[in-house]
């Protein structure tokens, strides 16, 4: 199955996301490490998902209740 494609889906491709869900997936992972790991996963997709609504477009003025803002930096990261 393509997931690229899929709309509700997103694909986490950030290295530390990766090597800790290879550690989860290890069968001799314990229960304490494995519920620890599922913890910071979701901390770091979390993070990644957000991020991008966060930084906003190159170049774009942003108004909010605290002032205004342009955001340096590009989306695509």
């Not at 530390?16 to 996963?41: C, P």
């Amino acid at each position: 199955m393509d997931f690229e494609n899929e709309k509700n889906i997103t694909i986490f491709t950030h290295p530390l996301i990766q090597h800790k869900i290879s550690i989860l997936r290890d069968k001799k992972t314990g229960t304490n490490e494995f519920r620890k790991l599922v913890e910071e996963i979701a901390m770091l997709e979390g993070f990644e998902a957000l991020s991008d609504s966060y930084r906003g477009k190159k170049g774009d003025d942003s108004r909010t209740q605290y002032g205004s803002r342009t955001s340096l930096v590009d989306a695509a990261g």
